[in-house]
């Protein structure tokens, strides 16, 4: 549960690191501390199109909703039941933003961006402990690539747990030969009293963006 002037937010999620073939049905310490930022500064999103890459069970997506006035969001990720976990949490907690229209839930696989399977122009890209699996990278950063050329001046926001260096340095190196800038944020303002997670870890948040 988060609560933060309040604005509450009820998720369901598993305890299990995997569940039903997939880690995406619970919400990985990078998610919080993307929402510090985020609540921190919530200019970032205010009145911007948004779209999450591997929402997982929601939190960000229905916190950053409820909190930071999104003109839309769109939470996505590539597994069904993650989907069907998310549109759960999302109706629970974004009922009236649902039937607007304002918030959206959809399947997006990062091995098929290149096919303009998807339409989004977004302003505003955000995703959260998705840099983990080092076959999966290419696919990554040409789906990062793909939406920040979708709309010009589009940035996108990405939250790390620096598990593995490696991995991570291999994601840098593909953004650069893409083409794509990165830069590291400071870190926010930790919300001690609101998210509950092992601070001691490495993170890291890069703003994307192209020139």
Same mark, same amino acid.
């Given at each position: 549960m988060y609560d933060q002037n309040k604005c509450s937010v009820t998720i369901k999620i598993s305890t299990s690191l995997l569940s039903q073939g997939t880690t995406g049905l619970q919400t990985w310490e990078a998610s919080y501390y993307l929402l510090e930022l985020l609540i921190a500064d919530k200019d970032l999103?205010?009145?911007k199109c948004t779209v999450e890459l591997g929402c997982g069970a929601g939190l960000v997506g229905i916190a950053a909703v409820k909190t930071c006035n999104p003109s839309k969001y769109v939470l996505t990720d590539c597994h069904e039941t993650v989907l069907e976990t998310v549109m759960?949490?999302?109706?629970? /907690?974004?009922?009236?933003?649902?039937? /607007?229209?304002?918030?959206g839930v959809s399947r997006f696989d990062w091995t098929e961006s290149h096919q303009s399977q998807h339409s989004y122009e977004a302003d505003v890209i955000l995703a959260a402990d998705v840099i983990f699996d080092p076959s999966v990278t290419p696919a990554l950063v040409v789906t990062l690539k793909v939406l920040l050329q979708s709309k010009a001046g589009s940035?996108?926001?990405?939250?790390?747990?620096? $598990? /593995?260096? #490696?991995?991570?340095?291999?994601?840098? $190196?593909?953004?650069?030969?893409n083409g794509v800038e990165s830069a590291v944020l400071p870190k926010p303002?930790?919300?001690? #009293?609101?998210?509950?997670? #092992? $601070?001691?870890?490495?993170?890291?948040?890069?703003?994307l963006f192209i020139q």
């Open positions: 999103l205010l009145g759960e949490n999302v109706k629970i /907690n974004c009922k009236d933003e649902v039937h /607007n229209g304002l918030v940035k996108a926001y990405v939250a790390s747990t620096i $598990r /593995n260096i #490696d991995t991570y340095l291999q994601f840098k $190196r593909h953004l650069k030969q303002p930790p919300l001690t #009293d609101t998210f509950f997670y #092992d $601070r001691t870890k490495d993170y890291e948040i890069l703003m």
